[in-house]
Structure formats: C-alpha cells, structure tokens
C-alpha cells in the first residue's frame, strides 16, 4: 500500500487547510484511515482516524475543529483543518490501519504516507 500526502502550507491563525491523502496498491474500502502529526521535538501524535463504517474518532486538542472522511471511490482520505492554530504546526502523516479498529496508536497502522508540513504563524 503506498500513500501519498498533500494539502500543507504557511497559513495564519484562524485560517483553515484541507489535506489530503490518496492510497494506491490496497483495497481503500477494507482500510481504517488515519492522520498524526509530529512537531519539531516532539513525538508523534494522533489527531484524527475514520474507520471503514465511515465512524470517526478525534483527538480533544482538534475536536470541534478538524473533520476527517474519506472517499472511496477516489481512495481520498481528507482532514479538513479549521481555526488552525500555531500549536496545530507540524509534519502531518496519513496511515492505514484495520477496518474496524479505534486504536490511536501509531505503533497500530501499518502502512504510513511521506508527511505533508503545516505552518501556522501566530
């Protein structure tokens, strides 16, 4: 399975950003999707995941704020990004997971995309 990210730019606080992610040599449908995020000096993070049922799970920090869904005709997996703040910043990666797992560990997906960078300036 091979993904590829994009979407990530300089944009200011408050502004919003769409990602997306498109997967090839996999059955998209039979996927969980998900995104995590990896600043400067820190560990990589869970932000978002949308299982095969199209369920969606979010982190707190994002909740309210970010929305994931998918495409499966287009095998897209997207994050939309409002109210964007400068702690959102960071290396955004998509990766697969099981069909039906809620897991927000990243030790859990498999197969993982080249990362996309969000800058947002204050």
């Known amino acids: 399975v091979q993904l590829q990210a994009s979407g990530g730019g300089l944009v200011q606080a408050g502004d919003s950003l769409r990602l997306s992610c498109i997967v090839s040599?996999?059955?998209?449908?039979?996927?969980?999707m998900g995104w995590f995020r990896q600043a400067p000096g820190k560990e990589r993070e869970f932000v978002a995941v949308i299982l095969r049922s199209g369920s969606e799970l979010y982190a707190g920090s994002v909740k309210g704020r970010f929305t994931i869904s998918r495409d499966n005709v287009k095998n897209t997996v997207t994050l939309q990004m409002n109210s964007l703040k400068p702690e959102d910043m960071g290396v955004y990666y998509c990766a697969t997971n099981g069909p039906w797992s809620t897991s927000t560990d990243a030790a859990d997906f498999g197969s993982w995309g080249q990362g996309t960078l969000v800058t947002v300036s204050s």
């Open positions: 040599g996999g059955s998209f449908i039979t996927l969980g």
